[in-house]
Nanobody, 119 residues
Framework: QVQLVESGGGSVQAGGSLRLSCEAS????????MGWFRQTPGKQREMVAS???????NYADSVKGRFTISRDNIKPTWNLQMNSLKPEDTGVYYC?????????????WGQGTQVTVSS
């Protein structure tokens, strides 16, 4: 099993920045992909950014050039640096750990952290 604890949400004005962190514990050696999803009002949960265990990254078109996902090479933590925030970035952000094939569970989710961007 994997446990995920998120931190770093909050409120900011448009154009500002926030940094989210997700710390994993448990069977971290079986994690294949680490990422961030968000749930915005009136929309389905969507992938924001992801990073593979080998370092490949992927971003939603809406955040390219503004958000950066990274991971700590020492601690089992991955971060989402969010710059030039827009009101439409408001939502609940969840970190996710996708496990390697053959794992008993496909993925684990954090509890979510609120990000609010005011205009």
């Amino acid at each position: 099993q994997v446990q995920l604890v998120e931190s770093g949400g909050g409120s900011v004005q448009a154009g500002g920045s926030l940094r989210l962190s997700c710390e994993a514990s448990g069977d971290i050696s079986s994690i294949n992909l680490m990422g961030w999803f968000r749930q915005t009002p009136g929309k389905q949960r969507e992938m924001v950014a992801s990073i593979m265990s080998l370092g490949n990254t992927n971003y939603a078109d809406s955040v390219k050039g503004r958000f950066t996902i990274s991971r700590d090479n020492i601690k089992p933590t991955w971060n989402l640096q969010m710059n030039s925030l827009k009101p439409e970035d408001t939502g609940v952000y969840y970190c996710v750990a996708v496990m390697k094939p053959g794992s008993s569970t496909n993925d684990y989710w954090g509890q979510g952290t609120q990000v609010t961007v005011s205009s």
